[in-house]
């Protein structure tokens, strides 16, 4: 894997922090976020699983990281875990932890606000 990828899941990660990137939950493993550029919708969605492997007495996760425009088409697709393109994987559960955590505290924000205005 080209590890130019690398800097741009850094960045990513990065910008995440920032609140540059609206992430939106949508279940337990997943999340997306959509934006444009240059007129084209696009559809970055990080997905997580359990691999069933087993290290420490925990069980490891898998990531599923895509790109795909508005018309379907797949731009990136990324699979990581500790045997495959492993050099993402920590990347990546950073990634999905903070913005998980981000999407909760805007849902909490959210639901504060639905009662505020009761």
Same mark, same amino acid.
């Given at each position: 894997m080209d590890y130019a990828l690398k800097?741009? +899941?850094?960045?990513?990660? *990065?910008k995440t922090k920032e609140d540059k990137i609206n992430w939106k939950q949508v279940n337990q493993n997943s999340i997306?976020? !959509? /934006?444009?550029?240059?007129? /084209? #919708? $696009?559809v970055v969605t990080l997905q997580t699983t359990l691999?069933?492997?087993? !290290? #420490?007495g925990k069980q490891e996760n898998?990531? !599923? *990281? /895509?790109?795909? #425009?508005?018309?379907?088409?797949? !731009?990136? %697709? *990324? %699979? @990581?875990?500790k045997q +495959?393109? @492993?050099? $993402? /994987?920590?990347?990546?559960?950073?990634?999905?932890e903070i913005a998980i955590a981000k999407t909760k505290e805007e849902s909490v924000n959210i639901f504060n606000k639905l009662l505020d205005d009761i």
């Open positions: 800097d741009q +899941i850094q960045k990513l990660l *990065l997306r976020w !959509i /934006t444009q550029t240059d007129g /084209t #919708n $696009y691999t069933g492997i087993i !290290i #420490n898998q990531y !599923i *990281l /895509t790109i795909q #425009n508005n018309n379907g088409e797949m !731009i990136l %697709q *990324l %699979q @990581s875990n +495959i393109n @492993s050099e $993402y /994987t920590n990347l990546l559960d950073d990634l999905f």
